[in-house]
C-alpha cells in the first residue's frame, strides 16, 4: 500500500517538475506554439539608416556568416551576433572599429545589445577600448546582469580578458573633421567639446530633431534571425550618433527602444536615438506584428511615426516574414530559405 501510495507520489511530483519546466520555457518565448522543428531561417541585416548603399557589400558578407553560424550551432542569437562582427570589423561603419569620435575629437563610445527568444538579454553602454562591443553584450548575458556601462562595463572587459581596441584610424579622424566643420558657429563650447563644435549647443536641445550637419553619422548596425527552430534574436551595435556629447547614450542598448525580441519576431531599429526612444519603437512594432499585422505594413507605419527630418530605419523578421524599411538609403542584406 504504502509503496503504491509512493509510486503516485512520485508520478504526481514528476508532472509538477514537467509542468514547472513547460512554463519556464513558455515563459522563455515558447508561448505562442513557436515551431521547433521548422527547417528554414530568415536573416535580415543594416548597415545603419543614412548610410551609403555602396556598403551593402559589408552587409552581405555579414549575413553570409550568420548563414555559416547556423550551420554550426543553429543558434539564431550567435549568428545575429556573427553577422555583427563581420561589420563592427570592416571600418566603414559606425560600429566596433569604425565607431566615431564624441565631440572632443579624442573618446570612442560603444553601445550594443543582444536578446533572444531563448531569454538570453545582455548589453553594454558608452564603454571605451574594447573590440567587437556586441560579444561584451553577449557576455553581460551571462552574468545576472542585463546592461554594464561605462568604467563597470571596461573593468568587466578586463577581467573575462575581453580582447582591447584603442586605435582610431584616419577615416574615423576625417569623418570627425567633417562633421566639426559643419557645426562651427559662434557659441562658446563646454569643457570636453572641440572648440570648432560651437554651434552643436546653439541647435540641439534634445527636445527636437537635431539640424543635422551632412556628415552626421547614424551606421549603426544591426542583425534581425528567425534560426531553424523558429526561435528569434536580434543583434546591433554602435559607436552612437555623431555629434554628441561624452556620455550620451541613444537607443541601441535600450531594450523596447533599439531592439526587441518575443515569440513572434525580432526588430531592430536605427537613426536618432533621441527620437527612436521616445516612440519605444522596437517593442511598438513588435506589438503590430504580434497582432497580425503584414511586417512591411508594420515597419512603415513604424518610420512614418517620425518626422522625415529624423533619419530612422527598421529591420524585422517574423514566423513567416522578413523586411526592413529606412526614410533614408540604408545598407542592407537580406537572406531567407525557405
Ligand atoms: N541609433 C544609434 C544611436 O542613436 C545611431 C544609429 O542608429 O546609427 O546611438
Request: net charge negative; charged share 20%; hydrophobic share 45%.
Given at each position: 500500500?504504502?509503496?503504491?501510495?509512493?509510486?503516485?507520489?512520485?508520478?504526481?511530483?514528476?508532472?509538477?517538475?514537467?509542468?514547472?519546466?513547460?512554463?519556464?520555457?513558455?515563459?522563455?518565448?515558447?508561448?505562442?506554439?513557436m515551431s521547433l522543428t521548422q527547417q528554414g531561417y530568415a536573416i535580415v541585416?543594416?548597415?545603419?539608416?543614412?548610410?551609403?548603399?555602396?556598403?551593402?557589400?559589408?552587409?552581405?558578407?555579414?549575413a553570409?556568416?550568420a548563414v555559416?553560424?547556423l550551420g554550426?550551432?543553429a543558434?539564431a542569437?550567435?549568428a545575429?551576433?556573427?553577422?555583427?562582427?563581420?561589420?563592427?570589423?570592416?571600418?566603414?561603419?559606425?560600429?566596433?572599429?569604425?565607431?566615431?569620435?564624441?565631440?572632443?575629437?579624442?573618446?570612442?563610445?560603444?553601445?550594443?545589445?543582444?536578446?533572444?527568444?531563448?531569454?538570453?538579454?545582455?548589453?553594454?553602454?558608452?564603454?571605451?577600448?574594447?573590440?567587437?562591443?556586441?560579444?561584451?553584450?553577449?557576455?553581460?548575458?551571462?552574468?545576472?546582469?542585463?546592461?554594464?556601462?561605462?568604467?563597470?562595463?571596461?573593468?568587466?572587459?578586463?577581467?573575462?580578458?575581453?580582447?582591447?581596441?584603442?586605435?582610431?584610424?584616419?577615416?574615423?579622424?576625417?569623418?570627425?573633421?567633417?562633421?566639426?566643420?559643419?557645426?562651427?558657429?559662434?557659441?562658446?563650447?563646454?569643457?570636453?567639446?572641440?572648440?570648432?563644435?560651437?554651434?552643436?549647443?546653439?541647435?540641439?536641445?534634445?527636445?527636437?530633431?537635431?539640424?543635422?550637419?551632412?556628415?552626421?553619422?547614424?551606421?549603426?548596425?544591426?542583425?534581425v534571425v528567425r534560426g531553424p527552430d523558429g526561435h528569434f534574436?536580434?543583434?546591433?551595435?554602435?559607436?552612437?550618433?555623431?555629434?554628441?556629447?561624452?556620455?550620451?547614450?541613444?537607443?541601441?542598448?535600450?531594450?523596447?527602444?533599439?531592439?526587441?525580441?518575443?515569440?513572434?519576431g525580432?526588430?531592430?531599429?536605427?537613426?536618432?536615438?533621441?527620437?527612436?526612444?521616445?516612440?519605444?519603437?522596437?517593442?511598438?512594432?513588435?506589438?503590430?506584428?504580434?497582432?497580425?499585422?503584414p511586417l512591411?505594413?508594420?515597419?512603415?507605419?513604424?518610420?512614418?511615426?517620425?518626422?522625415?527630418?529624423?533619419?530612422?530605419?527598421?529591420?524585422?523578421v517574423s514566423r513567416t516574414e522578413a523586411g526592413?524599411?529606412?526614410?533614408?538609403?540604408?545598407?542592407?542584406a537580406r537572406i531567407v530559405k525557405e
Open positions: 500500500m504504502l509503496s503504491i501510495f509512493c509510486l503516485l507520489h512520485n508520478v504526481v511530483i514528476g508532472y509538477a517538475i514537467l509542468d514547472a519546466y513547460m512554463a519556464r520555457r513558455n515563459s522563455n518565448g515558447d508561448k505562442n506554439q541585416v543594416h548597415g545603419g539608416a543614412g548610410s551609403p548603399r555602396d556598403y551593402d557589400d559589408g552587409c552581405e558578407r555579414a553570409e556568416r555559416e553560424e554550426i550551432s543558434d542569437l550567435e545575429a551576433i556573427a553577422a555583427v562582427t563581420v561589420m563592427e570589423d570592416d571600418g566603414r561603419f559606425n560600429a566596433g572599429i569604425g565607431s566615431v569620435l564624441c565631440l572632443d575629437g579624442a573618446t570612442v563610445e560603444m553601445d550594443a545589445s543582444v536578446m533572444d527568444t531563448k531569454g538570453r538579454l545582455g548589453a553594454i553602454a558608452c564603454v571605451q577600448g574594447v573590440k567587437n562591443p556586441v560579444l561584451l553584450a553577449r557576455a553581460v548575458a551571462e552574468t545576472p546582469h542585463w546592461l554594464l556601462v561605462g568604467e563597470g562595463a571596461a573593468r568587466f572587459a578586463a577581467a573575462i580578458g575581453h580582447p582591447q581596441w584603442t586605435e582610431i584610424s584616419q577615416r574615423q579622424r576625417d569623418a570627425h573633421a567633417k562633421v566639426l566643420k559643419e557645426l562651427s558657429g559662434s557659441m562658446p563650447a563646454m569643457p570636453g567639446i572641440d572648440q570648432r563644435a560651437k554651434a552643436f549647443l546653439r541647435f540641439w536641445n534634445y527636445q527636437k530633431p537635431l539640424e543635422l550637419p551632412e556628415n552626421a553619422a547614424c551606421d549603426t548596425v544591426g542583425a534574436a536580434v543583434a546591433l551595435s554602435t559607436g552612437g550618433s555623431a555629434p554628441s556629447l561624452l556620455g550620451r547614450v541613444g537607443d541601441t542598448p535600450v531594450i523596447g527602444s533599439g531592439f526587441y525580441a518575443g515569440s513572434a525580432a526588430v531592430a531599429a536605427t537613426g536618432i536615438g533621441e527620437q527612436i526612444v521616445r516612440h519605444l519603437l522596437a517593442r511598438t512594432v513588435y506589438g503590430w506584428i504580434d497582432d497580425g499585422m512591411q505594413q508594420a515597419l512603415e507605419r513604424g518610420i512614418g511615426l517620425f518626422d522625415p527630418a529624423v533619419p530612422v530605419g527598421l529591420i524585422a526592413s524599411f529606412s526614410n533614408r538609403d540604408m545598407p542592407q
